[in-house]
Every structure is written in structure tokens, then in C-alpha cells.
């Protein structure tokens, strides 16, 4: 089994920055570990829809972004420690939500999921703020 721990969250003045870590432990049945997963960061606001943020493939190379989000978000990973990262600047109030990290554990070397149904591990979310 794959456990996924998001944090990093926390209440931030419109402008300010944070970064996001989601921790991975374990590994599926299969035998794949963090460095064959393709990982997610979705986010859900009150009374809205989880969304698509971010997402990185196996190499960094491979990442894509919301378009709400470019130029002001970046995704990036850590194989050895098995993390991976959202760094998020320019924080405006609409960015509030709960941000979730997801792991894609059968994902190809160049996939890099932007739908939720892709990814079939979940971190619980960490909490992002941003005051006006």
C-alpha cells in the first residue's frame, strides 16, 4: 500500500508564498516505488469541485499546470526523499482550498495525469488560506 502525507498548508496574506510537501511511503503490490509514480496536486475550494493543479511525471522534465496556476506555481519531486513539491508564490484569496497530493502508480515514464481518475492513491490535504 502507498500512504501519502500533504504539509505545508497554513493561512497567508494575499501576495505571500508557501510550499506544499506531500511525503510517500510504502509501495503497491506490484513492486513500483515513488520513483515510477507520476504525482498530482488537485485542490478543492468550499462549495466547489476538486480541480486539477499540477502534475509531474517520472523525469521533472514532464510537468503540467492548471491554467490558473502557471507562472505561479511549480511542481517538482525528490526521488531519494520520496516527495514532492508545490511551490506556490503570488498567493492570491482564490487560491483557498484544500490541497491534495495523488499518486499515479501505473503511469508511463512521459505520463504526467492531469484527471482525477487517473491517480489511485490520496493524501488526506493540507489547508491553504490566503486573506485578502
Known amino acids: 500500500q502507498v500512504q501519502l502525507v500533504e504539509s505545508g498548508g497554513g493561512l497567508v496574506q494575499a501576495g505571500g508564498s508557501l510550499r506544499l510537501s506531500c511525503a510517500a511511503s510504502?509501495?503497491?503490490?506490484?513492486?513500483?516505488?515513488?520513483?515510477?509514480?507520476?504525482m498530482g496536486w488537485f485542490r478543492q475550494a468550499p462549495g466547489k469541485k476538486r480541480e486539477f493543479v499540477a502534475s509531474i511525471g517520472w523525469s521533472a522534465g514532464v510537468t503540467y499546470y492548471a491554467d490558473s496556476v502557471k507562472g505561479r506555481f511549480t511542481v517538482s519531486r525528490d526521488n531519494a526523499r520520496k516527495t514532492v513539491y508545490l511551490q506556490i508564490n503570488r498567493l492570491k484569496p482564490e487560491d483557498t482550498a484544500v490541497y491534495y497530493c495523488a499518486a499515479d502508480t501505473d503511469a508511463g515514464r512521459w505520463s504526467a495525469p492531469r484527471t482525477e481518475n487517473e491517480y489511485d492513491y490520496w493524501g488526506q490535504g493540507t489547508q491553504v488560506t490566503v486573506s485578502s
Open positions: 510504502g509501495r503497491t503490490f506490484s513492486g513500483r516505488t515513488f520513483t515510477n509514480y507520476a
